[in-house]
């Protein structure tokens, strides 16, 4: 099933049939076949990983160094996030469309999302987070450096199929939109390529 549009003014759900896209400028043509591209992230060095991943990805993209920069933090934070809050395995997927990568999940061994959609909600007004806060300001720095073009939701691991969730935001592109998407896993399968350990 080929992703379709939804209109951008559609609060960004997961959708009731289908699969849907939220655009925000993207033009439909550049939708096409789902890819996946997925890497086993480990113990101890989840964060420098998912950095190296993301990176490589978006510097094949020709994106500028800012956008680049921008999204191995959010990368790297969510993948910290993982480590210090839930249980392995952990995992970086990166999702395109049409050759594109435009979606980037960081995916967790345990299935519980607690707080984090209400974190990562844009919708909603949030205060200004307490800099002594122990939870919560990494998820600000998320939403903020993905435009709130974020979620969370319950997944599976690719490796094991185990029930998880993931933590999800959408990359930079190179026409300077970005596209949210419902989870992706069952239509990546298919043309998933798996990363080895460098």
């Not at 896209?21 to 964060?47: D, I, K, N, W």
């Not at 999702?95 to 984090?116: H, K, N, Q, R």
Request: charged residues 25%; negative net charge; glycine residues 8%.
């Amino acid at each position: 099933m080929r992703p379709t549009f939804r209109d951008p003014a559609d609060p960004p759900g997961l959708p009731h049939e289908g699969i849907t896209v939220t655009s925000v400028g993207a033009p439909e043509e550049a939708l096409g076949e789902v890819g996946m591209l997925v890497a086993v992230l480990r113990p101890g060095s989840a964060s420098r990983r998912a950095r190296a991943v993301v990176r490589e990805v978006l510097l094949a993209e020709g994106l500028p160094g800012d956008d680049i920069a921008d999204t191995e933090a959010v990368a790297a934070e969510l993948a910290a996030n993982c480590e210090r809050h839930a249980r392995p395995p952990y995992e970086i997927r990166v999702f395109s469309l049409a050759g594109v990568p435009t979606w980037c999940e960081l995916v967790d061994g345990d299935p519980d999302l607690g707080w984090i959609p209400a974190l990562l909600d844009h919708s909603r007004p949030h205060a200004t987070p307490d800099p002594l806060a122990e939870n919560g300001r990494g998820l600000t720095l998320v939403r903020e450096l993905s435009r709130g073009h974020c979620r969370a939701y319950p997944t599976t691991t690719f490796t094991a199929d185990a029930p998880a969730k993931a933590v999800a935001f959408a990359l930079p592109t190179r026409w300077g939109t970005r596209l949210t998407c419902p989870p992706l896993l069952h239509l990546g399968r298919r043309s998933a390529r798996l990363l080895q350990e460098p």
